[in-house]
């Protein structure tokens, strides 16, 4: 009687493919999975960043009973030279205070100035893969949000609106009172990424350039559409902190209307605090 060789350990050369095919189309299963849920938190932080904004914004209500200027300069004309704005205004608040505490604002804002090229990451969201410096805005600290400026044109070469329709524009000292609209129906920040030029942190280049830091919502500047628009790498829209601290998406094909052309659309009236029009559902 023969005896039979043992058979050798390990795989045969077809049990090795089907391993490798198996290992094959798990993994074609499981990446669009991984992707989404990659892309759903890249959303959470953007939205925690708003959520953050937003508190900040209430906090500095609460410490000097109004909200921050959209930026502060010292005239309306449109060439001022830099300025502070709203974003520089609310570091202590979005655990930024040695930051805040080594600005100089009693000079413009000198975009050669390292520390204004600081990348802050709550001003940020992580789907804007921009650069750290806005190359389209001197190279000052980018920033993805950028306030409410309301339902009306920003000023560009005319002079600045000392009373503009939004919460954030030239001096501005908006109360929470002063939303007789209601703060959960009205803009407060919104998203900016690299395809409107994004924002900046540290305020504005001069009264010209407000649209560094604050956003018109005019039906020239449909969510999404021109370089002068709240704009993101979000699919379909934009995240927007209300000025009660809620987020809320808003659909890039969110009613809107030109001004000459009552009622106003719905993005309009979002973006004006006092204009006593009933929102609705968005």
Not at 9 to 24: D, K, P
Not at 83 to 108: E, H, M, R, T
Not at 128 to 144: L, Q
Not at 170 to 198: M, P, Q
Request: aromatic share 10%; net charge neutral.
């Amino acid at each position: 009687m023969t005896c039979r060789k043992p058979r050798a350990n390990g795989f045969t050369l077809v049990e090795f493919l089907v391993v490798i095919c198996v290992v094959a189309i798990s993994l074609a299963l499981a990446t669009p999975g991984i992707v989404q849920i990659r892309a759903q938190a890249r959303t959470n932080v953007c939205q925690n960043n708003l959520k953050m904004i937003g508190l900040a914004m209430h906090l500095y209500h609460e410490t000097y009973l109004t909200f921050p200027p959209g930026w502060i300069a010292k005239d309306t004309k449109p060439a001022t030279g830099a300025c502070f704005g709203w974003g520089a205004s609310i570091l202590p608040f979005v655990d930024q205070a040695p930051l805040y505490n080594k600005l100089n604002f009693s000079a413009p804002p000198d975009s050669n100035n390292p520390v204004l090229q600081t990348k802050i990451a709550n001003y940020r969201c992580p789907d804007d893969t921009s650069a750290d410096v806005n190359p389209v805005r001197d190279e000052f600290g980018t920033s993805n949000y950028s306030g409410n400026y309301g339902d009306v044109a920003l000023p560009g070469s005319v002079d600045a609106n000392p009373k503009a329709s939004g919460i954030l524009y030239w001096n501005s000292k908006v109360r929470v009172r002063d939303i007789t609209d209601g703060t959960s129906f009205t803009f407060l920040v919104g998203e900016r990424c690299i395809s409107s030029a994004a924002a900046i942190w540290v305020g504005v280049r001069s009264n010209q350039n407000a649209g560094d830091n604050v956003t018109a919502c005019n039906h020239a500047a449909r969510l999404n559409t021109v370089i002068d628009s709240f704009s993101s790498r979000h699919a379909n829209g934009a995240y927007f902190a209300m000025c009660d601290g809620a987020v809320r998406f808003v659909k890039d094909d969110i009613d809107s209307q030109e001004a000459a052309n009552p009622p106003k659309g719905i993005y309009q009236k979002l973006a004006n605090r006092n204009d006593g029009q009933v929102v609705g559902d968005f």
